[in-house]
């Protein structure tokens, strides 16, 4: 089975961010303890005796305005923690890869950014094991989230979209269940998924590459063309962001 963890940066309804990203991780299930243990490592660093108090959540210990983040004063040292629990991404096997959807909130007026996040990124997760299998490697898919208040519009959706297809008439036949939801602080890959999606926002909402240059490559792709993120906007047609670039690229090669 293959598992995408997910969580999201940004806020649907701030107006002063421009984007809302849903991101995070996919992985078979082969590789879910040894990449959580490689994020654990970083807890057991920052606190021997109980690195169960240490919950990795990339705004809070950018800010550092509790603990334990709060006692490393230089920022540059949380920026630092930030990067390591991204970069334990880079020692995984290329079965492990990276998926988010950023979604620019004014391009698409009286949508919600969560919904439109959530419906693309389940059906890349769902062409991706249909990739999978047609490699000799028949899976099914479970989509895992951090507990949020967004649960309920997103268990619906779910469910809508197994019965009758999401927007572009595709049912997910490989995804086996609606999301799971998961409180964060018992997941390391919930996580995980939370420093990918700051990853990405930082990207596109303030121009940062700071935290996405650690994971850029780890993104979905086959033929050139990078799957696992997407960039929903309608505000630059020339956008050179990796996601809108490549498919540029290939939609302007001769026949």
Known sequence: ?????????GSADNSNEDYFVLGGICLPETSVRWLSYEVEKIALEISPDDPGEIEFHAAEIFRGHEMPWKAFYDKRKRIEIIQKVL?????????TVTFACAVHKASLPGQDPVLVA????????????????????????????????YEEGLQNL????????????????????VPLFIDS????????????????????????????TCIENRFDQEGGIIHGLVHRQTINRNCTCPACLTRREKSDQPA
């Open 1 to 9: 089975m293959y598992l995408l963890y997910l969580d999201d940066s």
């Open 87 to 95: 970069c334990t991404i880079q020692q995984a096997y290329s079965s």
């Open 118 to 149: 959530f419906e693309d990124l389940s059906s890349r997760f769902n062409m991706y094991i249909q990739r999978k299998a047609a490699e000799d490697n028949p899976q099914k898919g479970l989509i895992i989230m951090d507990k949020t208040t």
């Open 158 to 177: 779910a469910a809508t979209i197994r019965k009758s297809g999401n927007r572009w008439g595709a049912q997910l036949r490989n995804i086996c269940e």
């Open 185 to 212: 602080r018992a997941c390391r890959l919930v996580q995980l998924a939370d420093h990918i999606a700051y990853a990405v926002f930082r990207r596109y909402n303030s121009n940062d590459l700071t935290y996405f």
